[in-house]
């Protein structure tokens, strides 16, 4: 049987996050989940159930969560520190820097409902931000699923790492994008697609909007390529310098600040490769963002298939009128 | 009893911790003054961790939030043959690993500290890890007091009394004085032991300096079963130099040629007093 991307619609990586996590934690009593009364909203209640010695709740103190998850991690433990992508990214920033990666102590920083997912809960529940001011840290490793597959594999990836790592997704569900077997490694992008028009490299929960753009474009003949870069850090540069060298032009395409994400850092790349090509930054500006759930607001600024081909189409065009 | 080896070993430290401050021209002297002698009882009486058993899981660990007085830590962990003393005459130089806040480059040393209010919290995940592998060691965290107007310290104890943390003993630093003023005229912390207290730790005071006190105290933990132990050691910032004591200009004060001779012609007679 043969397998189309984003074809069929898996679980949300949330829950396989805490699915996988339960089965690690079965496997190795070393395993931890710390949370900051985000159990539920990371998905933890049967991992509670099911392994209540290894889940530590530290109450609604996101600084106290990181600091004490490397104290458990100096002392060999195996900790996922689960919490909003939003608090544990800004509240406990500090924490994050000096304690985990300062300090390396391998903590797996697992940010939940990233992005946008709160929607109209509004800018203090949105973790926009998060890519940016990690990405100036170092020792940290940074990855942003955009499937079930991807998600399980990071997850299970992150218990082997001896470094710091941070991954975030959402919880909406996500269609599958890989076949079942596809070989995930940390800081190798996996290409969906080839095409020599257009470029889409995308993150996280837009790589499905990124594919459903591709498909548009393909049916008005345009050949497109996507890569889904689900290691922002390390950056699959290679990837990236090869996509800027076999097509006439690169969208990239995040869950986050035009700034200081993903589409900065290819830019970089880039520009220290001596490439120059059309290059676009899809995201989320910087304005105050908009009320919405997710999709409202990934409509409202065009990371949507007809938004994003929208941005490709003018940016080819750009290069015929040139 | 008096304890005549720590008490000889609380001067020279000082006059080590003063020797080096002076050589790289910088240094926390006030706080480390403040602490020392804390951490002379910890490493000589109380901590059941060598430079063999550094790496052993079942070490005691000492965490020093205020992470600014390492010069009082340095010279602490080369007197116990962590690393040779002469290597301090590198702190604070260029590629150094002898940094002006502790970091585990340095052997002996747990945890990179140095901003503040994050020495507990780390404690307290690794008095819970102890907790969770039924081992015996014991966790022991430096607290500067005017580091308490951090937040997270109170998240974190609150953690370390709904855990029942009794093998966490945190000690208090008090010597009343942070880089402006004094703690009180900053954002005050009065009553003290009664917010330790309410946040679910078992409290004792102590004086800092009175190595027999610290000694004694120390050797009771945990202070009652099934509660964190906290220590309020009431010390003076700038102790055992006359014009260094209580005086905040000595924070990070670096003594000049006619000011470091004076203190350690004031150590040196405290030495002779001592040994005679």
Redesign the interface.
């Known amino acids: 049987m043969s397998f189309t991307p984003g074809s069929e619609l898996g679980k949300s990586n949330l829950e396989v996050f805490a699915e996988t996590l339960l089965a690690l934690a079965r496997e190795n009593k070393n395993v ?1 989940a710390v949370t900051s009364d985000s159990r539920g909203s990371g998905k933890l209640t049967p991992y509670a159930a099911a392994v209540p ?1 290894q889940l ?1 709740e ?2 609604i ?1 996101e ?2 969560l ?12 195996i900790v996922y520190a689960v919490s909003p992508a939003s608090f544990l990214t800004a509240r406990a920033f ?2 994050i820097k ?2 985990v990666c ?3 102590r391998p903590v797996k920083l697992i940010g939940i409902s990233a992005g946008v997912s709160y929607g109209a809960l509004g800018s203090t529940h949105h973790a926009i931000h998060d890519i940016a001011v990690l990405r100036a840290i170092n020792n940290i490793t940074i990855i942003v699923p955009a499937d079930n597959l991807e998600t399980t594999e990071a997850i299970k990836a992150a218990a082997q790492m001896s470094h710091p790592v941070y991954i975030r997704f959402g919880k909406r569900p996500m269609p599958h994008l890989h076949p079942s077997g596809t070989v995930f490694e940390v800081g190798k992008s996996l290409q969906i697609c080839d095409g020599k028009d257009i470029a889409f490299i995308a993150t996280g929960e837009t790589v499905h909007p990124a594919l459903k753009a591709a498909e548009e474009m393909e049916q008005s003949g345009y050949s497109c390529r996507l890569v889904s870069m689900h290691t922002i850090k390390p950056l699959d540069t290679e990837a990236v310098i090869r996509a800027a060298g076999e097509c006439h032009a690169v969208v990239t395409v995040e869950e986050h600040r035009t700034a200081g994400g993903l589409g900065e850092a290819c830019a970089a790349i880039l520009a220290e490769a001596n490439m120059q090509i059309p290059f676009k930054i899809a995201g989320i500006p910087d304005e105050y963002t908009v009320t919405g759930n997710q999709l409202e607001i990934f409509a409202h600024y065009g990371l949507t298939g007809p938004g994003l081909a929208r941005t490709a189409v003018t940016l080819l065009e750009g290069i015929t009128k040139g | 009893m008096i304890d005549r080896e720590l008490y000889l070993k609380s001067i020279q430290y000082r006059i080590k911790l003063l020797k080096y401050i002076k050589m790289a021209g910088a240094g926390h002297t006030g706080g480390s003054l403040s602490c020392v002698d804390i951490l002379n009882v910890l490493y000589n009486r109380i901590l059941n961790v060598t430079p063999e058993t550094f790496n052993d899981p079942g070490r005691d660990r000492y965490i020093q939030s205020k992470g600014h007085s390492v010069e009082a830590l340095y010279v602490v962990l080369a007197d116990h043959g962590f690393f040779p003393e002469e290597e301090l005459e590198t702190f604070y130089g260029y590629r150094s690993i002898y940094t002006g806040h502790p970091t585990r480059k340095v052997k002996g040393i747990e945890q990179n500290t140095g901003g503040l209010g994050h020495g507990l919290a780390f404690s307290v995940g690794v008095a819970l890890a102890g907790r969770l592998d039924h081992a015996a060691y014991r966790v022991f965290t430096l607290l500067g007091d005017g580091e308490l107007a951090e937040g997270s310290n109170w998240e974190s104890l609150m953690a370390a009394a709904h855990y029942q943390l009794d093998n966490l003993c945190v000690i208090v630093d008090r010597n009343t004085l942070q880089l402006t003023g004094k703690t009180e005229d900053m954002c005050g912390l009065e009553p003290l032991a009664q917010k330790l207290e309410a946040f679910g730790g078992e409290l004792r005071l102590v004086d800092g300096h009175n190595i027999t006190a610290l000694t004694e105290m120390l050797c009771k933990l945990p202070f009652t079963t099934g509660k964190p132990s906290v220590v309020i050691a009431r010390t003076i910032k700038g102790k055992g130099i006359s014009f260094m004591e209580n005086n905040p200009k000595w924070h990070h004060g670096v003594p000049n040629d006619r000011q470091y001779e004076q203190a350690q012609q004031e150590l040196e007679a405290r030495l002779a007093e001592i040994k005679s």
């Open positions: 931890l010695e530590i530290v109450g103190a600084q106290n990181v600091g004490v998850a490397a104290g458990l991690a100096s002392a060999g433990k500090e924490q000096n304690d300062y300090s390396d």
